[in-house]
């Protein structure tokens, strides 16, 4: 499906109703925007947090990570593409449950966003995802760093209300159950690669 025909079904479904289930929820999460609403801080923090949510769109800051580290870590160099491939694979299926899902942003969101689908959280998918694979193939001592920078991500969503708390819980969920999948499958190639090899069985006496 190409980027044309991708956007002309986003907008057929931001056309139709959202489902009635989503109603009592919305209804119990917007005080809690609206809480953020009043304390919201503007100046420096508006600004960061403005550069922070436009880098995490598509996940693109995630993709341009793992570029850069996959030519600067060589030995590694396959698995940061495998980690960037997976992230837009988490993109992808982040967008197809929001479609399928059809819950509407905030009402109080105080940014523009690319469509008015809000379920589950696109940003927080591909950031949980991301720090989950790159704080496996990091050292030890950078891997609070990654997790730190992943989590502005979802924040930078909720500090101008662009999603309801639901939408970034599920994002997470999501985002850390394909990373998670991703390290299995490299712990089980590296267990296999670290296994001893069986010692050479005599010959049998004749």
Request: hydrophobic letters at 45%; a positive charge.
């Amino acid at each position: 499906m190409n980027q044309l025909s991708l956007t002309a079904l986003r907008r057929r479904v931001e056309e139709l109703a959202p489902h009635d289930f989503w109603q009592p929820l919305d209804r119990a999460e917007l005080p809690l925007l609206k809480a953020v609403e009043r304390v919201r801080l503007g100046g420096p923090v508006e600004r960061a947090a403005t550069v922070i949510t436009k880098a995490g769109e598509h996940g693109a800051i995630w993709y341009a990570t793992a570029g850069v580290a996959s030519l600067v870590d060589r030995k590694r160099s396959l698995r940061w593409r495998q980690a960037g491939t997976v992230v837009l694979a988490a993109y992808g299926v982040s967008t197809a449950v929001k479609l399928a899902a059809r819950r509407r942003r905030p009402p109080v969101a105080a940014i523009g966003t690319e469509t008015g689908l809000s379920f589950p959280s696109s940003h927080t998918v591909t950031s949980v995802a991301a720090a989950r694979m790159f704080s496996y193939l990091l050292p030890a001592p950078a891997r609070s760093a990654v997790w730190a920078i992943a989590a502005a991500f979802p924040a930078s969503r909720l500090h101008f209300c662009v999603h309801y708390p639901s939408d970034i819980a599920a994002g997470a969920v999501l985002g850390d159950a394909l990373g998670r999948a991703t390290v299995r499958r490299w712990r089980r190639a590296d267990s296999l690669v670290s296994r001893p090899a069986s010692p050479a069985q005599p010959d049998a006496p004749r």
